[in-house]
């Protein structure tokens, strides 16, 4: 990373802004540009990390235009993508809109990427990109799926691989938030979708860490998944207010009782690893994947990564701990 010109799409997201602050405290990047479409954001980033005192440059731009791609990328080493459309309901009223720049948009991102000579992109997705359920899943199915073919184009210069993991704790528009922003008006009843509800849970400094690792060690065509744990809703609930009510609300358009970050057919091209898992092209020749990767043990027939199968679980007290972490950090 030292020396390297590196850009994030849509980073002044949390995961941007946490990928920033890790960047600039362990390497010395030439150059780290944040590329996004929100002039505000870009504007409350640059108090914390301005220009005059640190190598950062921030571009004005969407993935939908390719063009503009075409210019941000000149002279990028690496492009880290984590640009996207997230609101599972809102993308069911609007799925074009998902499409343009879900699907589109990582086009673009390939297509610019070949055209400018970066060496590496590696792309974000999400466990609702397995076996999706609702349209921001299969959107992030279909981007996964053309950023890994993109390896066999322009001959193979570009090395594309993509991280997967699952929701993000405190992240903007997440769960926590809504739950203490509910505390703080001093509700005790906190609406449940489904009572049985499960989610992958993994912090902002453990999603980064798994994009750094993607961006050390990836050969092309890979996705890392990393080994997290799984938490009940109704735990969280507890968490922030143990003598809260639960209201039931009914699952909202598109949600999943259970997520799964690896599936029964993709395991059976997955290797396993102490603290993650590495799926393998479905397509490609995997002689050097396999060759970088040797250590990796296979996964048994039938083997799923599901939340609620999991073998790690964070109780209520981890939780209320992962909770008032947030708040200090958010604070």
Same mark, same amino acid.
């Given at each position: 990373?030292?020396?390297?010109?590196?850009?994030?799409?849509?980073? !002044?997201? =949390?995961?941007?802004?946490?990928? !920033?602050?890790?960047?600039?405290?362990? *390497?010395?990047?030439?150059?780290?540009?944040?590329?996004?479409?929100? @002039?505000?954001?870009?504007?409350?980033?640059?108090?914390?990390?301005?220009?005059?005192? *640190?190598?950062?440059?921030?571009?004005?731009?969407?993935?939908?235009?390719?063009?503009?791609?075409?210019?941000?990328?000149?002279?990028?080493?690496?492009?880290? $993508?984590?640009?996207?459309?997230?609101?599972? +309901?809102?993308?069911? *009223?609007? +799925?074009?809109?998902?499409?343009?720049?879900?699907?589109?948009?990582?086009?673009?991102?390939?297509?610019?990427?070949?055209?400018?000579?970066?060496?590496?992109?590696?792309?974000?997705?999400?466990?609702?990109?397995? %076996?999706?359920?609702?349209?921001?899943?299969? !959107?992030?199915?279909?981007?996964?799926? !053309?950023?890994?073919?993109?390896?066999?184009?322009?001959?193979?210069?570009?090395?594309?691989?993509?991280?997967?993991?699952?929701?993000?704790?405190?992240?903007?528009?997440?769960?926590?938030?809504?739950?203490? %922003?509910?505390?703080?008006?001093?509700?005790?009843? *906190?609406?449940?979708?489904? @009572?049985?509800?499960?989610?992958?849970?993994?912090?902002?400094?453990?999603?980064?860490?798994?994009?750094?690792?993607?961006? $050390?060690?990836?050969?092309?065509?890979?996705?890392?998944?990393?080994?997290? +744990?799984?938490?009940?809703?109704?735990?969280?609930?507890?968490?922030?207010?143990?003598?809260?009510?639960?209201? %039931?609300?009914?699952?909202?358009?598109?949600?999943?009782?259970?997520?799964?970050?690896?599936?029964?057919? @993709?395991?059976?091209?997955?290797?396993?690893?102490?603290? $993650?898992?590495?799926?393998?092209?479905?397509?490609?020749?995997?002689?050097?994947?396999?060759?970088?990767?040797?250590?990796?043990?296979?996964?048994?027939?039938?083997?799923?990564?599901? =939340?609620?199968?999991?073998?790690?679980?964070?109780?209520?007290? $981890?939780?209320?701990?992962?909770?008032?972490?947030?708040?200090?950090?958010?604070?």
């Amino acid at each position: 990373m030292d020396g390297k010109t590196i850009l994030v799409t849509g980073g !002044t997201g =949390s995961f941007g802004r946490k990928f !920033t602050e890790t960047v600039l405290k362990n *390497y010395k990047p030439k150059k780290l540009i944040i590329f996004s479409r929100d @002039e505000f954001k870009q504007y409350e980033m640059g108090k914390i990390f301005p220009e005059s005192r *640190y190598p950062v440059r921030y571009f004005i731009g969407d993935i939908r235009d390719r063009g503009r791609l075409n210019r941000a990328f000149e002279g990028v080493d690496y492009v880290v $993508h984590a640009a996207a459309l997230k609101q599972v +309901p809102a993308l069911e *009223y609007n +799925p074009m809109e998902a499409v343009k720049t879900n699907v589109l948009g990582a086009d673009n991102i390939v297509d610019a990427a070949i055209d400018t000579g970066v060496k590496k992109v590696v792309a974000l997705s999400t466990d609702k990109a397995v %076996n999706p359920a609702n349209l921001y899943g299969a !959107t992030k199915l279909v981007a996964e799926k !053309t950023f890994i073919a993109a390896n066999a184009y322009g001959g193979g210069r570009v090395k594309f691989s993509a991280v997967r993991y699952g929701n993000v704790v405190g992240s903007r528009g997440s769960v926590i938030p809504f739950f203490v %922003n509910l505390k703080k008006e001093g509700c005790r009843e *906190y609406p449940i979708t489904d @009572e049985r509800m499960t989610r992958f849970w993994i912090t902002l400094e453990q999603g980064v860490d798994l994009v750094l690792k993607a961006l $050390h060690e990836s050969v092309g065509g890979e996705i890392f998944i990393p080994k997290i +744990p799984s938490m009940r809703v109704v735990d969280l609930a507890k968490a922030l207010e143990p003598d809260c009510v639960l209201k %039931n609300i009914g699952i909202r358009p598109g949600e999943k009782i259970h997520e799964s970050l690896i599936s029964e057919d @993709e395991a059976r091209k997955a290797l396993e690893f102490e603290r $993650h898992f590495i799926v393998l092209p479905q397509f490609m020749s995997a002689e050097d994947i396999f060759a970088k990767f040797k250590g990796g043990k296979a996964l048994p027939e039938g083997f799923i990564y599901r =939340s609620d199968l999991n073998k790690d679980w964070l109780n209520v007290e $981890h939780l209320r701990t992962m909770v008032r972490h947030w708040k200090d950090l958010d604070a």
